[in-house]
């Protein structure tokens, strides 16, 4: 079973900055897998918004590109989002999530269950 505890979101003004974070527990190698972060916004679908490979490279949605930036620390098994140049379209529960397999690069997310994401409001 694995756990994913998101956090670090909240209300931010728009142009601001946040960073989320992710801590994976359970019977996982965290540093085998690549890791991804999802946000739902109310009545739309999950989007993956980034991802990072197993060895730290970067991917990110259009959307996100030049404002996100994800990172990892295998050694406290956490992913990280930080998201600056907030905007209201930000707004969204935030989920991150481990590849389905061990390749280097994201294929896709796993099947097992979702944390309960951490919630980010950009408005002023």
């Known amino acids: 079973q694995v756990q994913f505890v998101e956090s670090g979101g909240g209300l931010v003004q728009p142009g601001g900055s946040l960073r989320l974070s992710c801590k994976v527990s359970?019977?996982?190698?965290?540093?085998?897998?690549?890791m991804g972060w999802f946000r739902q916004a109310p009545g739309k679908q999950r989007e993956l918004v980034a991802t990072?490979?197993?060895?730290?490279?970067?991917d990110y949605a259009d959307s996100v590109k030049g404002r996100f930036s994800i990172s990892r620390d295998n050694a406290k098994n956490t992913v990280y989002l930080q998201r600056n140049s907030l905007k209201p379209g930000d707004t969204a529960v935030y989920y991150c999530?481990?590849?389905?397999?061990?390749?280097?690069?994201?294929?896709?997310?796993?099947?097992?269950?979702w944390g309960q994401g951490t919630q980010v409001t950009v408005a002023s």
């Open positions: 999530e481990r590849n389905r397999n061990i390749m280097n690069d994201w294929a896709g997310p796993s099947d097992g269950s």
């Open positions: 359970g019977t996982i190698i965290f540093s085998v897998y690549a």
């Open positions: 990072i490979t197993r060895t730290g490279s970067p």
